[in-house]
Nanobody, 122 residues
Framework: VQLQASGGGLVQAGGSLRLTCAAS????????MGWFRQTPGKEREFVSA????????YYSDAVKGRFTISRDNAKKMVYLQMNSLKPEDTAVYYC????????????????WGQGTQVTVSS
């Protein structure tokens, strides 16, 4: 398993969760890493991405100001701190390794974790 996401769970609206992605990719410290999410019947959507040195960070409009992505290259971990959660944040969250092109595109990522369920109750 090259990417292992964890930290999901059930939380009330307004609450917080921190997702963790543990990587075993050799080139991790050079890679852009991203988070996506998916709800049943919908396409997987971009949430956030972070470059290798954390110099560039990207968020979708839906989570900007509430979610924070970070990474620890020494530990090969990527984190997604999610605050002020809303019921519409309910989804399976996936971490992924970016390979090429736009960080916002699903097809730009080539390695995916198994996903962790986040459920936000109203």
């Amino acid at each position: 398993v090259q990417l292992q996401a964890s930290g999901g769970g059930l939380v009330q609206a307004g609450g917080s969760l921190r997702l963790t992605c543990a990587a075993s990719i050799r080139t991790f410290s050079d890679d852009i890493m991203g988070w996506f999410r998916q709800t049943p019947g919908k396409e997987r959507e971009f949430v956030s991405a972070i470059t290798w040195g954390s110099l560039s960070i990207y968020y979708s409009d839906a989570v900007k100001g509430r979610f924070t992505i970070s990474r620890d290259n020494a530990k090969k971990m990527v984190y997604l701190q999610m605050n002020s959660l809303k019921p519409e944040d309910t989804a399976v969250y996936y971490c992924a390794r970016h390979k090429m092109d736009s960080v916002y595109n699903l097809s730009s990522y080539d390695i995916w974790g198994q996903g962790t369920q986040v459920t936000v109750s109203s």
